[in-house]
């Protein structure tokens, strides 16, 4: 059982927050109602950082996948030589 932890336990940590995060959103308490300003003001900061962010993970995926595969340049280098 000792083996079985040591090697699932992020697996596990991730399951046991994600359930406490999902009963959070399903079954909110009236405790959190209380902080509904400062997460207000958390999205109203991050908001302008949004479209911008989403704009370079765009690029950036775009770039990885067609751009910049040094791999298959080198692979093609490699079978026009063969």
Known sequence: ??????????LLVAV??????IQVFVRPSPALERVEPV???GVALFRPFTPP????VALFRV????VAPGGV???NDRLRKR
């Open 39 to 41: 997460r207000d003001a």
């Open 16 to 21: 046991a927050l994600l359930v406490a995060a």
């Open 63 to 66: 770039w990885n996948r067609y």
């Open 73 to 75: 340049s080198r692979e």
């Open 1 to 10: 059982m000792r083996s079985f932890f040591r090697n699932w336990w992020r």
């Open 53 to 56: 962010r989403t704009s370079c």
